[in-house]
């Protein structure tokens, strides 16, 4: 069983002009990602759109990142679905296809008790032998995985890590408090600031876009002890941090990539491409780090 720790970029799906799934697209971010130094890989989040993707199109997604990574980085797949057994399902089918681990968010419209919670990663953990990265976003689950609740779930085997997904990064301390080793926590929408606290990785948006940076925000502070070095880097990349957060996690990820010219294509429905003022937005700071995706094979080949 892989350990897992430092940046892990939470993939976009990449599509192409008709609407499908870009599997060349796909497979060229994979090497992209893995050259520019990330650590991990997450297909099928929130990010990748996933509850936009139907079943053929999630096992294209997850096969071609499994494959195409070779295990050089960690691959998790979000499993995530509203009943127990569906997730069953789509992570015994993970595990299958070689996916080193799933990462599961609560049932989101149920909106289920604590000793729901409890039992439904439970039956994920006793149905698989993969490791489980539970998902705290309340903003999306309508649930909210507070620190004693996560530390019973800690007690489930394989319930061996969680993305900590709310503003309050006090709940970082706390689970390393109340779990200890049981649990290992990563940083959703805060990275630097979890780092600080004792996280052991961060679930980035914004990697999509900088795998580089922001693989070496963790680096600094976990490796090498520099804090202040980090967080002079981590500010001078929350511009771009902020532009992915909130509603524009998807459009504004996909814009980014494409000014850097990576074939993303547009969100699907209900999910609208940026306004043109956003998309300027975009291409400006895309102008302004400098950024572009040029893969190895493609700088040889120039």
């Known amino acids: 069983m892989k350990t897992f720790r430092g940046t892990y970029t939470v993939m976009i799906t990449p599509f192409t002009p008709s609407g ?178 004792g996280a052991q990785g961060w679930v980035a948006v914004a990697s999509n876009v900088a795998p580089a940076a922001m693989a070496r925000i963790f680096e600094l502070v976990a490796d090498d002890d520099a804090v202040k070095a980090a967080r002079a880097l981590y500010l001078e990349q929350l511009p771009l941090i902020e532009f992915v957060g909130g509603q524009a996690y998807v459009a504004g990820t996909k814009a980014l990539l494409n000014h850097m010219g990576f074939s993303a294509g547009a969100p699907r429905p209900p999910r609208l491409p940026l306004p043109a003022l956003q998309d300027a937005v975009a291409r400006d700071l895309v102008a302004h780090f400098g950024l572009s995706f040029q893969p190895e094979a493609q700088r040889k080949a120039g």
């Open 20 to 197: 499908d799934v870009d599997v060349e697209a796909l497979r060229a971010f994979v090497d992209w990602q893995i050259e520019q130094g990330i650590h991990g890989l997450i297909p099928l989040g929130s990010t990748g759109e996933f509850l936009s993707l139907d079943d053929d199109e999630k096992v294209l997604v997850a096969e071609t990142v499994i494959g195409q990574a070779a295990g050089r980085v960690p691959v998790l797949i979000g499993t995530g679905a509203e009943d127990t057994r569906e997730v069953v399902r789509l992570s015994r089918r993970a595990e299958k296809m070689g996916a080193d681990g799933v990462m599961i968010i609560p049932p989101f419209y149920s909106t289920p008790t604590e000793d729901e919670l409890v039992q439904h990663y439970r039956t994920v953990g006793d149905a698989i032998g993969l490791p489980i990265m539970v998902y705290n976003n309340p903003a999306t689950a309508n649930v909210d995985l507070r620190p004693a609740l996560v530390a019973r779930i800690a007690e489930i085997d394989n319930c061996l890590y969680i993305k900590e997904s709310t503003l309050e990064v006090t709940r970082v301390r706390d689970i390393i408090r109340l779990c200890g080793e049981r649990m290992t926590v990563f940083g959703g929408i805060l990275g630097f600031e979890s780092f600080v606290e």
